[in-house]
């Protein structure tokens, strides 16, 4: 049945695609598409007058201005949308570090019209974290609007057992079947790039979202059919906005070995020397906020992240050099946020750093700073007192080094 359908949407969706003729050897040829296709003759949205997670009435003219990536989704799917979900919020994440988010927009709109009213969707992003918009509208007005982009869904019979309603606790009495899809609108309003295929979070996801998923959920975690990713999302983008994509945007970075670095803070004071000891350890023994006041009267760099978020793992070479750099005086510390103990320890154990980390829950840092993505590096002063957070996976080994020279280094040698 899957690959039967799997074959319909991609039939509808090439009949509504031109195909490109080959360059000539003496054409100029753009650089290819990271995925999806480019649609020959751009297509302007049809205004259907929808709704917003908040209840307001929504039409996509007011997005006129703005380039916009949209994926169709539903809150009670269990087998791709928090994969659909965990993506975009990543997506949101890049744009913002490009400097885009005043010009991108980023949303879901409901395949699921039954059951899908603004309460839910406001509690879907709760639960998720989700940061983006999510739009709903009654069946004739979905209906519209997914005939447009060559969606396909289908309200179908449950499975058995039956699936579980995370909201309401309740055995669910149906499921619907739909198109795993993204598309790319441009600011006037006209549909450009469409890409069927589910979103690939190379296999890791918030404990928020992975609990949804069921069995197959997992396996197409796992194992994403036409595989799309954020970092393919956000090329296709550039390639839209005729902007140079960024080559070798993070340079890699080799981290030093646990011995070198051991042996480089070696004779550290003792509150930073304690820290060392505990090297790409997970501590759930203790508590964040006690660790934080033992170590008063050094500048902090308290780095927050996930096992489920890339651009951490990205980021942590630039950490554990800088660590082993600075860590004689100054103390690293890291902050496992919203994620499970055993990911975080599979995660540390393939990304050693030399200071310990402690597992906490967004909440647990808001005293701190309100974390706006992941990574997230906060910096302590001697004092105690934040000095500068920054939202986001450092870019190179130069930016990090400037953050401390100024906000640890400087307040330190200040005082």
């Not at 751009?42 to 917003?52: A, E, G, H, K, Q």
């Not at 008063?296 to 750099?325: D, K, T, V």
């Amino acid at each position: 049945m899957l690959a039967v359908l799997a074959l319909l949407v991609v039939l509808a969706l090439l009949a509504r695609l031109d195909v490109k003729s080959p360059s000539t050897a003496s054409a100029e040829v753009p650089a290819p598409l990271a995925i999806g296709t480019e649609l020959q003759k751009p297509r302007p949205v049809p205004s259907v007058p929808l709704i917003d997670e908040q209840g307001k009435p929504f039409s996509f003219s007011q997005w006129r201005g703005k380039w916009v990536i949209l994926a169709p989704s539903m809150t009670l799917c269990h087998e791709v949308c928090p994969l659909t979900t965990g993506a975009l919020m990543e997506l949101v994440n890049d744009v913002r570090l490009a400097g885009l988010s005043k010009r991108v927009v980023i949303a879901e709109a409901t395949v699921d019209p039954w059951r899908d009213i603004p309460y839910r969707l406001r509690a879907y992003k709760k639960l998720t974290g989700a940061d983006f918009a999510m739009l709903t509208g009654t069946q004739s007005e979905i209906k519209q609007l997914w005939k447009f982009f060559g969606v396909y869904y289908l309200r179908v019979p449950q499975g058995k057992p039956p699936d579980v309603d995370w909201l309401t606790h309740k055995p669910e009495t149906f499921d619907v079947q739909h198109t795993d899809a993204i598309f790319f609108i441009d600011p006037s309003g006209q549909e450009r790039i469409v890409d069927e295929g589910m979103a690939s979070v190379d296999g890791q996801l918030s404990p928020a979202l992975k609990n949804l998923l069921s069995e197959q959920g997992i396996q197409n975690l796992e194992h994403p059919q036409f595989p799309w990713t954020p970092s393919e999302a956000l090329d296709d983008l550039y390639f839209l906005m005729n902007r140079n994509i960024p080559a070798n945007a993070v340079p890699k970075v080799t981290a030093p070995s646990a011995a070198d670095a051991q042996r480089v803070l070696a004779g550290s004071p003792g509150s930073l020397a304690s820290l060392h000891t505990q090297a790409g350890q997970l501590i759930t023994s203790g508590k964040l906020s006690d660790r934080l006041s033992s170590l008063h009267g050094y500048p902090i760099i308290l780095n927050a992240w996930a096992a489920w978020c890339p651009p951490c793992r990205e980021e942590f070479p630039l950490m554990a050099a800088a660590s082993a750099q600075y860590g004689r005086k100054v103390a690293f510390l890291g902050a496992d946020t919203n994620d499970s103990a055993g990911d975080a320890r599979s995660f540390l154990a393939k990304h050693p750093v030399s200071y310990p980390s402690y597992p906490v829950a967004s909440s647990d840092l808001s005293s701190l700073a309100i974390l706006e993505g992941f990574p997230t590096t906060i910096f302590i002063d001697r004092s105690g007192k934040v000095a500068f957070v920054h939202t986001g996976q450092y870019q190179s080994e130069a930016a990090l080094d400037n953050d401390i020279q100024h906000y640890a280094l400087g307040l330190h040698e200040r005082q």
